[in-house]
């Protein structure tokens, strides 16, 4: 089971940026997915969740109306489209997904918003 992030970089305050997680190892269409975040010298922190079929998304309330959760089941991909980006959006950000119980992190992309 792995989980690989992309699409992190510098972008500055008012941008976009869209992460990508490939997922492989497991059946990707059965399972929900979820992006985390986490800003320097804090906890992590949940942003988003996707359920199954791509419906029953949720967010975090620092970045609702910004943030948009997807997925291509396709693909075994899940993406998180970032707009209007703050300097408290830097973070690592990292997609998980639970397995059998047991949490499954990537390695994490960082995002960096800052003039």
């Known amino acids: 089971v792995q989980l690989v992030e992309s699409g992190g970089g510098l972008v500055q305050p008012g941008g976009s940026l869209r992460l990508s997680c490939a997922a492989s190892g497991f059946t990707f269409s059965n399972y929900a997915m979820s992006w985390y975040r986490q800003p320097p010298g804090k906890e992590r922190e949940l942003v988003a969740t996707i359920g199954i079929a791509g419906g029953g998304t949720n967010y975090a309330d620092s970045v609702k109306g910004r943030f948009t959760i997807s997925r291509d089941n396709a693909k075994n991909l899940v993406y998180l489209q970032m707009n209007s980006l703050k300097p408290e959006d830097t973070a690592v950000y990292y997609c998980?997904?639970?397995?059998?119980?047991?949490?499954?992190w990537g390695q994490g992309t960082l995002v960096t918003v800052s003039s």
């Open positions: 998980k997904v639970v397995r059998r119980f047991v949490p499954v």
